[in-house]
DNA sequence: ACAGGTCGTGTTATCGATACCATAAACAGT
DNA sequence: ACTGTTTATGGTATCGATAACACGACCTGT
């Protein structure tokens, strides 16, 4: 239990002052090559490390990112998470992650922590929020990102898609290829706001071609995947029979849903055509492959990382952004 | 651009000294009770808020856990992950997640920078790290746990379970099922050390029930997932049509390799069983359902922190604690 | 030779909260 | 009445690094 080490008595053992162990441990401190070997050869001998907490106090900058996502086991996000990660890693930027469960009060709470660690930027999946969030962001005064959506009223920068505009070209390939009798399967609540966008985009285009309002199927709360898109089709499989195209909400409850129409004995595309969304591995691996939305979830990620990055230091024009990403219709064999 | 509120300003706002407004922040403070309320107000009105990093530096309490993963892209330790960050949540630590890539050196540089941060512990995945690596963590004095294996050596507590046993039973299944002619699919690389674990584990329960030595067949470099088990599957085809199991590495994995043995007209499990490992929704929902070893994922990060929030907090005996998580064939229809 | 520049280093004050100790008031027990 | 205890609050020093400024040594060009 002896007390830790500190850059005063690094400093003390080379014979120099602290201020030249600090920039030493700086990538770009003016020091001569020669001290700062002395000094690192020094900390490394009495085992010092950095305390990273004294030096954000000082100069009033974290290193920390705020990102919140609606749920860690919805595979949807980890790609978006896991290119950010590494984009921002690498700047040396270390994020603080929090899962907001799908519900704004829990996100209120979250970011209400984060902001207390005072990261220098923060980003948000989705784009509905309360207006205590809104405000606290607000005041805050970092760079705010907005992704995986298209918000009316963005809170700063956007990098997303409309997730209505997105699942649109789906139902008009399935209207082309002569389906008539849509269902859609979604999670049951109205708090996965994205998945509620892309269902009132599949509404609103059957609407447009003139086809039969759509069925809606529900899978059951919010997240929903690959067992609830399963039990979907198995507790509506009357009404399912009489459709002859399955749109989901996600590749997972797809992917369900088609493992669960073969017990039934419903043969894909045969007698149902059956649709996800988010070309997920899955969609391209299972038999028969899944007619799909990519939505390049790791360009979402790895975009906002180098955006961050240009931004706070100053590379960029912080006026704004409002990326929007490309999203396409990847055909499978199941429809 | 104003200038930001402080604790102070609060404290001038209410009347009181900011040591006052301090104790009105914490949960425990002794402060009563219209006061907390009277400074709680005025510090909604003012717009302040409260700096972690200030207090921290005082305190010498950070309310950081570093956590490292192999990937975060591998769904194995998600659900980890999120029980893990769940049950710290609540107890107001918030997670330092950092990703090694399956690299001991790149972990290494990961927990250099994590301790930094000055975590109050440091959660491990898997038991391999460099020397160097030994030697910061056991400097730092800070709790360790190594979870998802059981080292040999550990550096402090370990939950977990080990690989090599937890996947035996898998292989005296498949011999009492008549399977005689094995094949092992994993990642090609010694990287993935649970990966390997298991292959060991399958290697030495195939020689202690005298069947011939499994076929070894590379999927790739780690991480390896449903695509990787699908190409292992056509680029050995004819290797395969000779045996009569395949054991993969996880459930991933053996999806895939599924997937591809109905292209190439093989029946599962009539022509060849297949496993997994991992108890992932996948396997139950796939079909046929995949045979394979429930690890409990979740619990590990359950246990991991509700173990953690109780010794940090003093509760619990500080000593070595080695937990072995309890493992289980399941069976499915693959086999 | 000298003004003006760069480079490496030291000195001092400070970032914003809180540990530690002191104090005042209220109240109980003998 | 006096001591001891509890509760609510304030004053001061401090956590460990660094921004800002100062300074001397060494260039470099005219």
Redesign the pocket.
Known sequence: MK?????????EAV????????????PG????????AKVLSAANRLG??????????????TGFVAVTIPSLNNANFADTFRTLNDSLETAGLQILLGSTDYRVKTEEKLVDQLLRRRPEAIVLTGSHHSERTREMITRADIPVIEIWDQPEHPLGHVIGFSNADAIRPVVRHLAETGRKKLGFVGASDTADFRGRARRLGVLDEAARLGLPTPALISAGPAPVSMVHGARAVADNIADIRKLDALICVSDQVAFGAMSECARQGMHVPGDLAVTGFGAFEIASVSSPTITTVDVQSSEIGSLTGTFLVDLLQGRTDPSPLRCRIRTSLRLGNSS
């Open positions: 007390k830790p080490v500190r850059m005063r008595d690094v400093a014979g120099v002052s602290p201020m030249t162990v600090s920039r030493a441990f700086k401190g003016a020091v001569d090559d020669e001290t700062r010092y490390v950095f305390d990273s907490t004294a030096s954000t106090l000082r100069s009033q900058r």
